[in-house]
């Protein structure tokens, strides 16, 4: 037993040598060889324990590397020879022999293979080694053999081939990133070392493959005859090839520079940009040629040839360029870096195609760009990828035994141009490239929805290209988050219009409608904007001038598509098909069909809002809803009618009363009655006028008698109001000029007479003065209320007044009067001077055109003044001052409920008023009890901490 | 000559916005000058604003229980078109309204308010 085993170990070591001889440089050996030769010379006898080394048997196939020699598995390995010879004397001489003819051969193995695989290009050692291999074989050696010639290929492939390959892209990965961009700029760069390398590379590796080829027919033809024989072989051949290629695959990949897949990445992205400008320049070839087809219809045969012509001539150099491509991509393949190469040039496709979006789709917002991106998907990556892959091969399909398991997506009927019937793998790229363009295009509209939305009417395409997108993506969750974030940055801050703001949401509603006509995206995104605009005073009064503001005098620089008032026209019309809508309704079997037209609603909708309150997305609904309550509303908009109507100086009417026939289809005819009521004093004013007027010129006896060169009544018109309809009028009381106070006597004297038992009681404030004043040398026109007509007319009399007295004269306090006559001094009529007292002024009459500053006035002096607004007056009280009076009578309640209880909140507060005030019964909302509050803490009669109102000591 | 000295100073005191000219003086001399240049106000057209009211002495109908100068719940519009009406014993009503009282009454009519016999005053 002792001496079999030393003759094992020096069989052992013979191989070693051998092994040793092989391997070019020692220090390459893998230390786990050299581990194992050792144990082997020293402790020998653990080879005859299998149970403890076998699972080193397993080892060689279950390592994806080849394994290297190892000298415990080849110990093994005779095993199986010995125990099936059993222990007889006669028997070992028998192995004795054996043994020296398997170390002979293998030593012809080892030599023959050397030559094979280190020989240049030479396989004629094949025929050699045939019998040598049948004869390891015969011995059980196939599998070590099998590992031997693999390991031997290795370290060839490693040393040789592969230190050539990676050598050639050293200069690049060694460089810094600022040196690697001039790599990239040149312009053969990674194509030119790239091919080189690989054919390199793979002619060595074909070489290989040869030398594979040549031990695997000597082993299979060993295998026939072992079989023919009936004897028991290990199949090695067939698996020699896959073992070949995981090896070369599994070197390169563990040997693989950092920067390689760059380098691969920088490679395909410069051949796609080569082959989209290939095609855009044949593209614009193409429309260059059209255009021509188009003017010379004549020649038109012979330019549509040479449009073919230059078309054919595109697609072969694409064709050619397509090949070079599909040429590295094979060769990597083969090497074993599919899905590196995969990844590569699909980041580049999809590099490309994003670029391409991004430079279709810019700033722009006017033209659509989803169809150009599609069609160019078409064009180029696809094009490009149809060639790519029948080129490798691949179109065939591959996976149509997979048909069961087909992409529902794919399962889309296309063609495409110049295609044919697509293959599932382009297919498939064609949906992978579409949704990916389409969301790209999407987030790139999503990040500018604000500017979309500012210029919504010429952005319509932008919108409607972003809709189809969502459709596709349904990433609308995306819109809205980033919608809803760029509208609390940009639009709902202090420094923000409301105006704007309104007009903002108006645009958005708009565009979010035809982005999604369930509303559900446009309840979440509008949520925000209307909590901010309720917060606003002035919110109101801004939807009021919109709905009114229809005749286009839109001064605050909106746009008039945004115009509520076109809303309420469509609104109109839409509430008359709604009306039909409702009379067919009655039909049973129209029932039936609209409840199978019923759709659910979005996933996305919140299931706590009805469906009912989305079904129609009406503007002006949604403005009304951020009033809160549609008297508001009403309410509003009858002050600023009224104020309207008071300073108009005829009775041109025609555009209020459109308007509010508009707005009582909307509003009911209940809530605009008293509007309408304001609307026919007017028209009853304005009968009256010419009704008192020719009656008084048919009775001269009583006027002409007492006014000759005074004013006649031409010149005076009445607003006739029924104040019990109009919202409070501030009056103020005012002595005009006895002329006119006559004149308006005699009017409502007049009135008196014609209309019985009813009178007139002057509001001598309010109206408009139209009147001309004549120096000298100049005259001037001005529009005044009636206020500023009193003050100027009294410097008839006297060129000069104190404030003071003129104050008395005209009936009014002397700080209104102050305010008032500051018109005439800012128009150059009048001059202020510093009186004895601080406060009493003396206005002095600016007679001569000498006298003032002329360039201050010079100009002006021919136009017509318009009021002037911006003293802030008003003839109605505001709806706020109504509010504020109606309120006060609850204010010593609410003092004496908080001297009782302390603090109390805003509900509590609310509520208590409800239950307790009967007389005059409470019936203000919330927000008006608290804006009336938030008055009173201003007036420091309360004060508020952390939402409790107390008293203020 | 005289006259026109007096004006000069007067315009070189403004000018200094001197203060030690008293106020009664230089009204009298601004009042002085007006004689010589003269401002008229010519009115073009004076547009005022009135209301009316029917005169009764009550404001509220007694049987519908609106305003007189509002209308009766049966009309839209005031006045005109929804006069009052006085009778023989001074009571106002809303014409509408003490036309529905008159004709509901089987027997001769009395004045809602004073109950005398209803006639309208003529």
Redo the contacts between chains.
Sequence with gaps: MHFMVSRWIRVGRAVARHVGTVTASPSHKPASRRRCSNRMATGSDRTHTPGEAKPRQNLPTACPFPPTFDFGAFALRLLPARSSLGCGRGRQAMQLDDSDGALDSWARFCALSGELVGGAGDLSVGPRLAPVVADLCARGLATLVRDYFLHNLEETFRNNAVRMFWQKFHPYSSSSAVERIKFCVQESWPEDVLSAALEDICLEKSYQEKCVLVLAHALQSYEEKAQNRKLKAVECSSSLMPRYQLMVSSVLLTTLPLSFPEILNVYFKKKLEELNTMVDASDENDQLVSHELFGQSNVSAWDSKMDIDSQEKVISESCTLVKNIGKVVRDFRCLGFTSMTEDSYSSAIIWLLKSKVYELAGDDYRIPVLGSVKKWIQVVPLQFLHALLTYLGDSVDYDSGLSGLKSPLASRPSSFPGIGVPSQALLRWHMRLEYFAYETLQDLRIGKLFEIIVDYPESSPAIEDLKQCLEYTGQHSKLVDSFISSLRYRLLTAGASTNDILHQYVSTIKALRSIDPTGVFLEAVGEPIRDYLRGRKDTIKCIVTMLTDGSGGNTSGGNAGDNLLEELNRDAENQENADYDDHTNIDEKQAWLNSESWEPDPVEADPLKGSRSRRKIDILGLMVSIIGSKDQLVNEYRVMLAEKLLSKSDFDIDSDIRTLELLKIHFGESSMQKCEIMLNDLIDSKRTNSNIKTSLLNAPGTVAGQEEAEISHDVLDATIISSNFWPPIQTEDLAVPASVDKLLSNFAQRFHQIKTPRKLLWKKNLGTVKLELQFEDRSMQFTVVPVQAAIIMRFQEKPSWTSKALATEIGIPVDSLNRRIGFWTSKGVLTESVGPDADDHIFTIVDSMSDVNKNSIVNESCEAFQMNEDEGESSVASVEEQLKKEMTVYEKFIIGMLTNFGNMTLDKIHNTLKMFCAEPSYDKSLQQLQSFLSGLVSDEKLEMRDGLYLLKK | MAESVVLGEF?WD?RR?C?NV??TD??AF??F??EV???????????????????AQDETCGICRM?F??CCPDC?????DCPIIWGACNHAFHLHCILKWVNSQTSTPLCPMCRREWQFKG
């Excluded at chain 2, 240049?37 to 005169?55: E, F, N, P, R």
């Excluded at chain 2, 839209?76 to 005109?80: E, L, N, S, T, V």
């Design positions: 315009y403004r916005r203060n008293r106020v230089a009204v601004a009042n000058v007006h240049t003269a401002m008229k106000v010519k009115i073009l057209q004076w547009h005022a604003v009135a209301s009316w009211t029917w005169d305003a100068d509002g839209k519009f005031p006045g005109d």
